[in-house]
């Protein structure tokens, strides 16, 4: 496979191809699926994975399929479908893996606009659903005729009204544009060295999410990857450690990449073998950097909100990454 001409600071993930061959004894096939799939990367397809696992193992649920949207995806070219047919066969997905959930699971479905209702319509269905967030993709196309596109939606429903949401653990830290004090004390929010800021609930809000692109170390060739910040938030609300999260559609592993550096386990299906090795690259690579862009000191952070002074944690055991 020829290599892409990469700019001298481009930090984008790509497979060498002295690489490929360990890269690909890690992968766990369809075909040899047993009982130690936990923490592993299989390659094959959903259907034929499916079928293999247990009931019962899943804690959360992240589902990022192809969107009705014409899109090629290496070895797979997803082609626009008709709403109700593009219904029908997401409907037909979440059935093959709605048996690997516990009883408290939660399950977060991606998609854009377009596909929003019919995801909403197979939810509410089989499960209940809890709410929906919006997050902003800044990297939206102009165009000369419409609104620029620049949003997703992450669709949260649950097994049961038995479910874990750790409220605390995403919270987002905003600066304090007017500081009010009730006698003299400051009220809701803090001072620090760079500013002053408030801790604020989670809302179905996003504003705060940043695109991986060429200058950041997450960054791979994936051309619908989600940001590891964003599947953070998701994995600290609906996970405790050492619970079990399963993405159906792995694509370049930001899911198992987050729940290892978050200390959750992990298991992913993906049909692309190029993607499948850039989950296992990134993993190891996990081992040594277990940072997150714009989050740090067990706190979410604003865009551009997280200074160098700030990422420094004085006893030296901060998780942390670049500046968001």
């Known amino acids: 496979m020829k290599q892409k001409v990469r ?3 481009n930090r984008t993930i790509f497979i060498r191809e002295d690489e490929r061959g360990n890269l690909k004894k890690r992968l766990l096939s369809a075909d040899k699926l047993n009982e130690n799939f936990y923490n ?16 019962k193992f899943v804690d959360l649920l992240f589902i990022d399929p192809p969107y ?23 409907e037909n997905w979440l059935l093959l893996i709605i048996h690997t959930l516990k009883k408290s699971a939660s399950v977060y479905v991606c998609c854009d606009w377009k596909s929003s209702p019919a995801i909403y319509n197979v939810l509410k269905r089989h499960l209940n659903v809890k709410n929906r967030i919006t997050w902003e993709r800044e990297k939206g196309r102009g165009a000369r ?43 809701d929010w803090s001072e620090e060295r760079n500013g002053k800021f408030r801790l604020t609930h989670p809302s179905n809000l996003w504003t705060d999410i ?5 200058s ?24 405790d450690k050492d619970d079990v999260v399963f993405d159906p559609f792995l694509g370049s592993g ?7 550096k978050l200390g959750r386990q992990y298991v992913g299906i993906e049909m692309n073998e190029e993607y499948c090795c850039l989950t296992e690259k990134r993993l190891i690579r996990a081992k040594k950097d277990q940072s997150i862009q714009g989050y740090a000191k067990n706190v979410f952070w604003e865009r551009n909100s997280l200074t160098d002074q700030q ?14």
């Not at 592993?40 to 009931?55: C, M, Q, R, S, Y």
């Not at 905003?174 to 400051?186: D, I, S, T």
């Open 7 to 9: 700019a001298k600071n």
């Open 254 to 260: 930001t899911t198992s990449v987050v729940a290892k």
């Open 145 to 187: 005729n419409n609104w620029k596109n620049c949003f997703e939606d992450i669709w949260f429903a649950t097994v049961s009204d038995k479910y874990k949401f750790n409220v605390d653990a995403v919270k987002l830290k905003k600066k304090v544009l007017a500081p009010y004090k009730n006698n003299g004390v400051a009220k």
């Open 210 to 214: 940043t695109i991986p692109f060429w």
């Open 40 to 55: 592993k990367t299989i390659h094959g397809k959903l259907e034929d994975v499916a079928k293999k696992l247990p009931n």
């Open 311 to 324: 990422k420094n944690n004085e006893n030296g055991n901060l998780l942390q990454t670049t500046i968001n």
């Open 216 to 239: 950041m170390p997450e960054n791979t060739d994936h051309p619908t990857q989600k940001p590891e910040k964003l599947v953070a938030k998701i994995i600290l609300a609906s996970t």
């Open 68 to 90: 009705n949207l014409s899109k090629d995806f290496g070895n797979n070219q997803f082609r626009i479908k008709k709403d109700d047919d593009y219904q029908k066969i997401f």
